[in-house]
């Protein structure tokens, strides 16, 4: 796709669809990884506890399970350190420059805000979220004609395996990052919702949202300012997917996960600027008196 095309349709509709962007020897890792760790799939909760207690699990003092709601099914959170293959996609490649452009990274530098694996199996899904209404400093969206992008963050989907009808696929309303109207399902009140969580309905469910069918292998690429959130799946099995969020260096790592040293020293310096994109800023070293 030429490239005046593609940032014609990113700034109309809002995403993009990057076909084959993860060559299958990357797809058989991820996976694999996945596979060497189900039982934290299946168990991933802490038996026990006080109420309110973290009851979340941990591989290596690094990675976390996670779920925003437990009809989400089961992230795995700071993924980034989970070897070298997740590694390679902090820059990766099929995204990397798009990413920087629309983000404006000479301007604004780059960060990744969230990462994660998601599996999500039969009866899980996502609720409709965000939109054009919402004022987060994360969900802007601007595009100058000077050709000076604005884009608060990007999230890049990478699907691990074919997703289709009936296996909970990422929906979205199509432009809906442009619309300052409030979607029927995201209002209360006369007010715009950023999530929502009053209904408890799948987002597939939700008025003019569109599935994304991807292989395995494709990454679907939108801004988070789009309404969005996944279909309930149907099908047996589980869906797998990864998720990088990036946005501009000025927000935060989304749980304020602390990189591992090992992961610094492994980091080549284009991936470090952009896991720390400022760094620490500590008093000069002195002899001891």
């Known amino acids: 796709m030429e490239e005046k095309t593609q940032d014609y349709l990113f700034d109309l509709q809002g995403y993009l669809v990057l076909e084959g962007a993860i060559c299958d020897e990357d797809l058989q890792l991820i996976n694999q990884w996945i596979d060497d760790h189900w039982d934290y799939v299946e168990n991933p ?22 779920t925003y709601n437990i009809e989400n099914g089961i992230n795995f959170q700071n993924i980034i350190e989970g070897g070298e293959v997740f590694e390679k996609l902090i820059d990766h490649p ?62 890049v989907l990478m699907a691990l395996d074919d997703i289709g009808p009936g296996d909970g696929a990422p929906v979205l309303v199509p432009s809906s990052h442009q619309c300052t109207e409030i979607h029927p399902r995201l209002e209360s009140n006369g007010k715009g919702l950023v999530y929502d969580g009053i209904t408890g309905k799948p987002a597939g469910t939700a008025f003019a949202t569109k599935e994304i069918y991807l292989k395995a292998g494709d990454v679907l690429m939108f801004t988070d300012a789009i309404t969005h959130g996944s279909a309930e799946r149907t099908n047996s099995g589980y869906r797998r997917t990864v998720v990088y969020r990036y946005s501009p260096r000025f927000v935060r790592e989304r749980f304020n996960f602390q990189t591992s040293d090992g992961l610094l020293r492994r980091l080549t310096s284009e991936r470090l600027r952009i896991i720390q994109p400022m760094s620490p800023q500590r008093p000069p070293k002195t002899s001891a008196s």
């Open 94 to 155: 099929s995204w990397i420059s798009l990413i920087r452009k629309y983000v404006n990274s000479a301007v604004n530098g780059l960060s990744i805000h969230e990462n994660f694996i998601t599996v999500r199996g039969i009866g899980g899904y996502i609720h409709i979220h965000c939109g054009g209404h919402v004022p987060l400093s994360y969900l802007t969206f601007r595009q100058e004609n000077t050709g000076e992008w604005m884009v608060g963050q990007i999230n």
């Open 45 to 66: 909760w802490i038996e026990g506890g006080e109420k309110g207690q973290d009851r979340s699990r941990w591989i290596d003092n690094n990675i976390q399970t996670h």
